[in-house]
C-alpha cells in the first residue's frame, strides 16, 4: 500500500480484494513454487505510473528499488516475497506503465488438509513464541517496520513501535516495561548505535538487536557490537528474526 501511494503522486485509485481460488495441477505452469490446492488471494492495486517489464523482474530482489535515495530500501517487496515463499504461497507483480499495478499475494488456504499437512511436517520450522514481552522497535523504513511489528505481535509479543530516536526516547526514558531493543541501524538523526547507547545508560540490562542492510556493518560487527547486542541483516527471514528475539529474550532472562 506505500508503494501504490507513491505510484500516485497526484491521487488516484487504491483497491484491496480478497478471493478463493483453487489450482488443479493443469491450472499450473512447468516450473511454478505453488502446489495444486486452495488459496487465500489478497490483491492490492492501484492507478498509478507501472512498472516496466524490467522493473517487475527485479521488484522482488533484496536492496532494488526506483524511488530516490533516502526514500526506499528496497526490501518491502523482497520481505513480502519471502513471507508468502515461507507460508506456502507465492506472490506476483501485474502493471502496465501509466494504467497501474497489482501485487497478488497467494496463502494457503486448508493447512489443515492432509497432503499439505504431510507436505508442511516434513520441512516445518516451528517458530519460537514469546510469553508477552515487551519489544521496543526503532524503524524508519514503513514496511519494513511493519512487517517486523506484525510478525512480532503474531509471535506473542508486546510491541512498541518508533519511527526514530526522537520517538523512542520518551519510551526508553519511560517507566514503562521494555524487555527487548529492536532498532535500524541507519536511522535519521540519532543512529540505531546512538540510540542503544542511551538506552543501556537508562537501562543496563537491555539487550539490544541490530536491522542492518549495510554490508560493512555487518563485516565489522566484532567492532560494532558490545556485550549485549545482536545484528540480524536485512533482508531476512521471519523464522530467523523469530529465533534471534528468542534466543536474546531467553538469555537476558538467564543473567
Known amino acids: ?70 526514500q526506499g530500501t528496497g526490501l518491502g517487496l523482497s520481505m513480502i516475497y519471502g513471507f508468502a515463499q515461507q507460508s ?37 520450522t516451528i517458530l519460537p513464541r514469546g510469553e508477552g514481552e515487551t519489544i521496543l522497535v526503532v524503524e524508519d523504513d514503513d514496511s519494513v517496520r511493519m512487517l517486523v511489528v506484525d510478525a512480532l505481535k503474531e509471535l506473542g509479543y508486546r510491541v512498541i513501535e518508533a519511527i526514530d530516536g ?33 538506552a543501556i545508560a537508562a537501562r543496563p540490562a537491555l539487550n539490544v538487536l541490530f536491522i542492518t542492510g549495510y554490508a560493512a556493518a555487518a563485516a565489522a560487527r566484532s567492532e560494532f557490537l558490545a556485550p549485549g547486542m545482536e545484528m540480524i541483516t536485512k533482508p531476512f527471514a521471519i523464522d530467523d528474526l523469530a529465533q534471534k528475539v528468542k534466543e536474546m529474550l531467553t538469555s537476558s532472562k538467564a543473567e
Do not use: C, W
Not at 541501524?185 to 547507547?197: D, H, K, S, T, Y
Open 88 to 124: 506456502g504461497g507465492h506472490a506476483r507483480i501485474y502493471s502496465q506503465l501509466e494504467i497501474g499495478t497489482t501485487v497478488r499475494l497467494y496463502l494457503p488456504a486448508n493447512p489443515g488438509d492432509d497432503s499439505q499437512a504431510e507436505s508442511e511436517r516434513q520441512g516445518e
Open 166 to 198: 526522537k520517538q523512542a526516547l520518551p519510551v526508553i526514558e519511560g517507566n514503562g516495561r521494555i524487555d527487548l531493543l529492536v532498532s535500524d541501524v541507519g536511522l535519521p538523526g540519532l543512529n540505531g548505535r546512538q540510540i542503544a547507547e542511551i
Open 1 to 70: 500500500m506505500i508503494n501504490a501511494r507513491d505510484a500516485m503522486p497526484n491521487g488516484g485509485q487504491l483497491t484491496i480484494e480478497t478471493a478463493n481460488v483453487v489450482f488443479g495441477e493443469a491450472d499450473l505452469a512447468k516450473g511454478e513454487t505453488l502446489l495444486p490446492g486452495s488459496y487465500v488471494v489478497i490483491a492490492v492495486s492501484d492507478t498509478g505510473t507501472g512498472m516496466s517489464q524490467a522493473t517487475i523482474d527485479k521488484a522482488f530482489d533484496p536492496f532494488f528499488t526506483t524511488k530516490p535515495i533516502g
